[in-house]
């Protein structure tokens, strides 16, 4: 069974920084693709960076140049680095695991979520 668990949301001032954290548990994630999405208060859920099995990364526009993502597969974590922090950038991030079971067959998994809170 897939399970994803989140941390490292926080109240932070603007232009604080925050690490989230996403441990995976029962599939790898270098072999999937893996994302963070977010979705604030009344808005529907974006999709904010995600990394390919090849390591490439995408970001969403308002955040590229201030978030980072990366994983590291020993540990089977997968990360979001966030400076530079906004008010917009206040919401509750889910991370996303994207698990190929072969023949073009893939399965998506959410994490519970962790609440990320910028204030001014």
């Known amino acids: 069974q897939v399970q994803l668990v989140e941390s490292g949301g926080d109240l932070v001032q603007v232009g604080g920084s925050l690490r989230l954290s996403c441990a995976v548990f029962?599939?790898?994630?270098?072999?999937?693709?893996m994302a963070w999405y977010r979705q604030a208060p009344g808005k529907e859920r974006e999709l904010t960076a995600e990394i390919t099995s090849g390591g490439m990364a995408n970001y969403l526009d308002s955040v590229k140049g201030r978030f980072t993502i990366s994983r590291d597969n020993g540990k089977n974590t997968v990360y979001l680095q966030m400076n530079s922090l906004k008010p917009d950038d206040t919401a509750a991030y889910y991370c996303?695991?994207?698990?190929?079971?072969?023949?073009?067959?893939?399965?998506?998994?959410w994490g519970q979520g962790t609440q990320v809170t910028v204030s001014s």
């Open positions: 029962g599939t790898s994630i270098g072999s999937n693709a």
């Open positions: 996303h695991a994207e698990v190929e079971y072969g023949e073009g067959f893939s399965v998506g998994y």
